[in-house]
């Protein structure tokens, strides 16, 4: 077998080419190319960073699927409670940031609700109505604010 020089590259690495050299109209043979000793390797980083990447999309995109679960369990199941907003404060954008809360007349614990009231100007001492888990009261969606 002939070897030869300067007859191919990959970018500016110059390649050794193996086999007969063809005639003008003579059918290439079947070939394939062979780089690092006819393994291609991935450099341990670019793939540990890759892995990295891949699993952070696949838990935001789990995340936002939970989100969207939790919000739509809680519009049909969840039970509705009126608060008493406690305090009410300037946003930006033009919205109005809400704390109220609600006591759980069986256990007597209170539960904060926060959100961002962008159609309604709430004033403390006003009601406003929050959809809650009946198992987990902590988990809420607010319904008026």
Not at 10 to 15: F, R
Not at 21 to 28: D, I, S, T, V
Not at 97 to 108: H, N
């Amino acid at each position: 077998m002939e070897e030869r020089l300067s007859e191919a590259f990959a970018d500016a690495e110059q390649l050794t080419v193996i086999g007969k050299r063809l005639q003008p109209g003579e059918p290439a043979p079947d070939f394939c190319l062979s780089l690092a000793g006819g393994e291609v390797e991935m450099d341990p980083v670019l793939l540990i960073d890759a892995l990295l990447a891949a699993c952070t999309v696949m838990l935001i995109i789990v995340w936002i699927l939970y989100q969207c679960y939790t919000f739509t369990w809680l519009r049909q199941h969840g039970r509705p409670v009126t608060a008493l907003v406690t305090q009410a404060g300037s946003a930006k954008g033009g919205h109005t940031f809400v704390t109220a809360k609600w006591t759980d007349p069986r256990s007597g614990r209170t539960y904060v609700f926060e959100g961002l009231s962008g159609h309604l100007p709430l004033r403390e001492g006003a009601f406003v109505t929050v959809r809650i888990d009946p198992h987990h009261p902590q988990r809420y969606l607010r319904d008026q604010f």
